[in-house]
């Protein structure tokens, strides 16, 4: 049976061509449901493909191999996790411009998807490697590289003096989020957690400028 996403895609008559970024979505929503249902080692490509209702051929046109497309699902995550500062809001004080990058961009994003990627990983990264490193750097080192551009932005301007970037953005990125064994162990209902995350933001943030501020 055809996902509903590509049923939607459907008109009467001969079937509408997809163009890449359909495809891309109807397949990272196939690989994500696969994840939720059969776990990361049950995620072959057959078996999305089949849940996307396409061809392995066709998961290969869109992605070039399994690795890349886990990666796509990482990034999604990512992308609703965060928010790209526009334009217009490069200027504003580093404090202002981190507590915009890492509010989620979708007030009703869903904690169990991630969570099955973090299991997952932690599970089979020894047998998967290629999949972990992925997860690394479409996730966390991404994160990671985002917070670092807004810090290296205030330092070009000479708003903060500070020289390893690269450090004080892992610490920045770590103080903003909780204890990831605590959250896969015993997670909180969704609205609770993003209520706690508001606060920890807040927190984290003002103890990360205000020392980054004495540093100087």
Not at 27 to 39: F, H, N, T, W
Not at 136 to 146: D, I, K, S, T, V
């Amino acid at each position: 049976m055809l996902p509903e996403s590509l049923n939607r895609c459907r008109g009467p008559g001969r079937p509408r061509q997809l163009d890449t970024t359909e495809r891309e979505a109807i397949i990272i929503d196939a690989a994500e449901q696969v994840i939720l249902s059969q776990g990361l080692g049950g995620a072959s490509m057959a078996a999305i493909a089949q849940e996307a209702g396409m061809s392995k051929r066709t998961l290969y046109e869109v992605f070039e191999s399994r690795a890349a497309l886990f990666a796509a699902v990482v990034r999604r995550i990512r992308n609703l996790v965060t928010r790209p500062l526009t334009e217009s809001e490069l200027d504003l004080p580093l404090a202002q411009r981190l507590r915009l990058l890492l509010t989620p961009a979708d007030d009703k994003f869903s904690d169990l998807m991630p969570l099955a990627i973090l299991r997952a990983v932690i599970a089979e990264a020894d047998r998967q490697p290629d999949l972990a490193r992925e997860f690394l750097q479409e996730g966390p080192h991404a994160l990671y590289g985002m917070i670092r551009l807004e810090i290296d932005r205030s330092v070009a301007r000479g708003e903060i003096s500070i020289s390893d970037t690269e450090s004080a953005a892992r610490l920045m990125a770590d103080m903003a989020h909780e204890n990831v064994l605590e959250h896969l162990v015993s997670p909180r209902p969704a609205c609770e957690r993003q209520q706690a995350h508001d606060r920890r933001l807040d927190l984290a943030i003002r103890v990360f400028v205000g020392g980054i501020g004495e540093a100087g």
